[in-house]
């Protein structure tokens, strides 16, 4: 059984890509994050049992998805027993995929960006694949403007943001032996095909197509 943990800051394609794995039959949650009109229309691909233990874990110490966790901040998360959490649901999913048969899945939620060092040592000879997504910051600072102009009042804030954003992943896939694999959000939309085959050649997958609209571009 292979795990697929799809990352990176939000607006850069995540759902794009796990909506394209799931519905390709690496199965990303059983209970989807349904879709929201002007922000994901066709769905975020977001397994609930992850969003809900990663919100609640974020909400213990204070944080959540905009307002990320300080070094104290983990440090007491994992005096609470995160870790613990993290590896009971890894576990449970990997007993019930077992049970049916499924051979693939995986997860994407962009709060586990934030709460990465809690799974280092949790997926450590799982077998799990990284497909990390990346977009020019500015793009990426001006879409979260557009989408959240509540929460984020200057472009500067929300570059902040996307670099703790960046710097997690970074910092998790250093001390990772798994080779991840790093997708451009523009190139996506320049040369979808070459992209996709390039991800199937590095998944040993089949994907399929019908989930690309170019429609869905995030400004």
Known sequence: MTMHMVLGPPRTGTS????????????????????????NPRGFYEDMNFVNVHEALLKRINCNWANPPTYQGMTTAVAQGAQLEIRFLVMMKLEIYG???????????????LLLPLYTSILRGLGCRFIVMHRN?????????RVWPDLFNSLASALYLIAKYELGIAEFLG?????????????????????TEGLEQALGLELTREHLDPTLRHF
């Open 99 to 113: 049970r049916l048969g499924i051979e693939h899945w995986g997860f994407k939620d962009q709060r586990a960006c």
């Open 16 to 39: 794009l890509v796990a909506g394209m794995l799931h519905e390709s039959g690496i199965i990303m949650g059983q209970n989807l994050n349904p879709p929201k009109e002007g922000v």
């Open 137 to 145: 910051p500015l793009a990426t600072a001006r879409s979260f403007l």
């Open 175 to 195: 001390g990772q032996s798994e080779q991840a694999i790093h997708i451009s959000f523009e190139q996506f939309f320049e040369d979808s095909e070459a992209v």
